[in-house]
């Protein structure tokens, strides 16, 4: 099998290309690399014809949320043109394009998980170009899965746990939102899983392309989450300053952005666990503890 790997530095491609290295004919490209830059919408068609990989993986995103809102051309190009492209070239080969998109394409209303049936409804620009992308790779016909995940964090690139241990390192105290609920979730378990339906998928069961919610099991809120990260830190052994009882609650209405942010970003993963079987889903917090111990040691 013949893998085109996009965004190999970022937290997720950085997993898969650790994943795929030696189980395929791996290309991985980051920005630098001939074909990489999604910016560069030629060269990157003209890489992928010269390649002719089975499976296009795009990792890659524009994910300033904030910047997002004064840079809208900035974040179409990559979130909704380059995948466009992508979905022109594996429908024109037959090749199957992986692709990743959130949970701010619904309105982040209401405390129950959206389903993959759910309206659409994203409230920023970041939202609102992950859902164009989703839109143009359907309605070029290829054959594809996208995969809507939330509150994404690794070993690689920066997120919010590794944000929350630096700043505990120097912090007695922190004030983190506590009304936006949702599912961490790391990149070795979105990388683990969605290798587990491409497989399936060249197989044969092409029945099975679509959308699907990738998350763990459970829900918390950033604060919870903050809390946990301290807590467990302290645990393995890491010295910090803070200490959990030190976070804070606050509202979003007191921790105001440039962007919306919602409030609920549950989702539902019973249509993947469905395929995938329900034993092969962790709760969140284990699937964070496996990433924490490697960041603290």
């Excluded at 997002?68 to 900035?74: G, I, N, P, V, W």
Aim: with cysteine.
């Amino acid at each position: 099998m013949r893998v085109a790997l996009f965004g190999k530095n970022g937290q997720l491609g950085f997993e898969f290309e650790k994943l795929l290295k030696s189980r395929c004919e791996l290309l991985a490209l980051g920005r630098a690399d001939e074909g990489g830059d999604l910016n560069d919408l030629k060269g990157l068609v003209t890489r992928l014809h010269s390649f002719s990989p089975d499976v296009v993986i795009n990792a890659a995103a524009y994910t300033a949320v904030d910047f997002a809102q004064t840079h809208e051309q900035e974040a179409r190009q990559i979130n909704a043109l380059a995948p466009s492209e992508m979905a022109t070239y594996c429908s024109q080969t037959g090749a199957l394009l992986v692709h990743f998109s959130t949970d701010y394409v619904f309105s982040g209303n209401g405390s129950d998980p959206w389903t993959e049936e759910d309206l659409c409804n994203p409230q920023n620009v970041y939202g609102q170009t992950k859902f164009e992308g989703e839109q143009l790779i359907k309605q070029a016909g290829c054959k594809h899965l996208i995969f809507r995940t939330s509150w994404v964090y690794g070993e690689h690139g920066k997120n919010f746990m590794k944000t929350i241990l630096r700043l505990a390192q120097t912090k007695e105290s922190l004030n983190v939102v506590d009304d936006q609920v949702g599912a961490p979730t790391s990149a070795p378990f979105l990388a683990k899983h969605a290798h587990e339906m491409i497989r399936i998928l060249q197989s044969g069961r092409e029945d099975l392309c679509g959308i699907y919610h990738l998350v763990p099991d459970g829900e918390v809120s950033w604060c919870g989450f903050a809390r946990w990260i301290v807590q467990n830190a302290k645990n393995f052994g890491a010295e910090l300053r803070l200490e959990p009882t030190s976070i804070r609650s606050i509202s979003t209405e007191k921790y105001p952005t440039a962007a919306i942010r919602p409030l609920n970003s549950r989702l539902s993963n019973a249509k993947i666990k469905s395929v995938l079987g329900a034993g092969s889903f962790q709760s969140w917090d284990q699937e964070a503890s496996d990433v924490l111990y490697k960041l603290v040691f």
